[in-house]
């Protein structure tokens, strides 16, 4: 009787270590421990919940979960909610969460293919960039994101990049001469405005509000729908359409646990994905037209630079080029691979 009282707690420990252990490997998956038929997910990133980028992720997700049947459900954390960009990226790749995404700015230090999308000016309208992004360009950066351990699911529409600031009304480059600009980390970004004869200052994203606010920085570049989208209205009071950089957004997989589900599975993601492209692409457009909009309405200065004026935007930044296409940086190879795919040269840019 007494050696039944001293086994029983022992066999009671064990049962319950071992659903622990389960419950664990469950979360780890991805999986829910309590409907192992459905298989959960987390993607995270910084955007708000109106952005464009935001509302094609949410609509990914709900086409995951219903070409599967309920089989595959991605719960979405916009905001930051779960970490800022280099976080949610770097917790994908390990696994900790299972998708994530972020502009492709912040994803240089995984491949400097990247680099090269954020020259000045390499794409001039929306359609060169949906041609380089569904083609060999796009294609090269996504087999080596695989050797960093990622699967791109889809690249989101982010939009063009304009110069806004709340101290005075610019038309061209010499009216930006000692503003400060908060820029992100990009290099190539800096030296554009180094080129615009500005001061570029690297501000994290969750503090640009009140660095403008306080006059840390008099000015940013980014686009319309994310600056509204972000109040950034408030202290602003012009914008310069000069189109002088675009920025995609991409969400990735952790590689490990997509070669783990099944190749229905993998098929539902992929198909949802380029779904999703073809449906976001159209928000982001409409999207950005109408902050624009409302940056007029709310009495934002908004200045379109004439043909001639644009044409010199183009001209004072053509020796950032010159300092970043090198080894290293911005591959050559890569740079006419996509002037190749987009059927122009570096000539026709800067002419």
Known sequence: MTLKKSITPII??????SLVLLGNSALNKGVDADDSDTIHLRLGQVKAASHAVSLGIDKFAELVEEKSNGEIVIETFHDGLIGNDREVIESAQMGSIELASSSTPNMTSFTNYFTAWDLPYIFETKEEVYTAIDGKPGDI????????GFKVIFFPDYGYRQIVNNERPIRVPEDMEGLKIRTTNSRIEQADFIQYGSNPTPVAWSE???ALQQGTVEGEGNSYSLLWDSKHQEV?????EVNYNYSSDIVVMNLEFFNDL????QQIIMEAGAEATEWQRV????NDEKAKQDFIDYGIEVY??????????????EPVWDQF???GIADPEYVDIILDTLGKTKEDIFE
Not at 12 to 17: K, N
Not at 236 to 240: G, W
Not at 262 to 265: M, P, Y
Request: net charge negative; glycine share 2%; proline share 2%.
């Open 304 to 317: 379109e630079p004439t043909e001639e004026e644009m044409r010199e935007w183009k001209q004072v930044v």
């Open 236 to 240: 602003l009071d012009y914008a310069t």
């Open 325 to 327: 296409v090198v080894e």
């Open 12 to 17: 009671i420990g064990l049962i319950f270590i």
């Open 283 to 286: 928000i982001a457009n409409e």
């Open 141 to 148: 950066v996504r087999e080596q994101m695989e050797n960093n």
């Open 208 to 210: 640009v509000f009140t």
């Open 262 to 265: 099944s190749e229905e599975h």
